[in-house]
């Protein structure tokens, strides 16, 4: 999954209209060169309706006209490797949990290469890959220190993989959210991911209703780690808990499969 993800952000950080209009006309030209390599390869085999003979002269142009063509290709094939490149950079600014997520959504606005955004410990960590030239327009935008390519990947490895200090916490809330959601009221700093959509808190104190908390901002809290006298898992509408009884009747008649895990009573 991780490398899938790798593999979708480089893609779609290719930003750059007219760099996407070369590639289309580049490819839409490789093609036709291609359906005319295969005439003339029925031609030179001799397949050709009716029979036509061919002759020297004939077989020389051809092979000129091939030669030609995979000369094209190949500038083609070159250009498009030139038109997709990808380059990224790496930037922290210092800013509060607030202050990120407005910045965040604010940056989501504009036309900018944003492959990552959280905020972490004080910092929000901004990563910005695609054609260079978008990138480094977008580093003119958003400002910020630029970080070094080894320890922004630590960082965002440490993210993906759940290995922040954070994470090694006795009870951890998970809490999916409006990407624009202002900060919530719990007594715990947060983590931030996903641009604001996905907030994680550690160590929140047993009296505070992280569920109400997170539906004030229609938003729901998964109870990650630590005990969860309440249930793991965020309640649903009435309709929504009648629909998963009705599929778990139809795939699990007889109710073997984790019983209660996901609701109380399913």
């Not at 991780?2 to 750059?16: G, K, Y």
């Not at 009716?50 to 083609?76: D, K, Y």
């Not at 407005?102 to 410990?121: E, I, K, V, Y």
Request: glycine share 8%.
């Amino acid at each position: 999954m991780p490398a899938a993800r790798r593999i979708v952000r480089r893609l779609v950080a290719i930003t750059t209209v007219r760099a996407l209009a070369a590639i289309v006309d580049i490819v839409v030209a490789v093609a036709g060169r291609v359906a005319a390599i295969v005439r003339l390869a029925v031609i030179a085999g001799g397949a050709i309706v009716g029979s036509t003979r061919i002759t020297e002269a004939t077989v020389v142009g051809h092979a000129i006209a091939v030669a030609a063509i995979v000369r094209f290709a190949t500038v083609g094939v070159a250009a498009i490797a030139a038109a997709a490149k990808i380059t990224a950079a790496q930037v922290r600014t210092e800013l509060s949990a607030g202050e990120a997520v407005t910045t965040f959504n604010r940056w989501a606005g504009l036309p900018l290469p944003l492959s990552g955004a959280a905020w972490w410990q004080g910092s929000a960590w901004v990563r910005l890959s695609g054609a260079p030239a978008a990138v480094r327009t977008a580093l003119d935008e958003i400002g910020g220190d630029q970080v070094a390519a080894a320890e922004a990947e630590r960082f965002w490895s440490a993210l993906r993989h759940c290995q922040l200090p954070l994470f090694a916490a006795e009870s951890l809330w998970r809490l999916s959210l409006p990407q624009a959601a202002a900060p919530l009221d719990i007594p715990s700093e947060p983590l931030i991911d996903w641009g604001g959509a996905l907030r994680w808190y550690a160590n929140v104190p047993p009296d505070v209703d992280v569920r109400e908390r997170a539906r004030s901002r229609q938003g729901t809290a998964l109870h990650w780690r630590g005990s969860a006298s309440a249930g793991r898992f965020p309640l649903v509408a009435a309709p929504i808990a009648n629909l998963h009884r009705r599929l778990k009747q139809r795939f699990d008649p007889l109710g073997i499969f984790n019983r209660g895990r996901l609701m109380a009573g399913l």
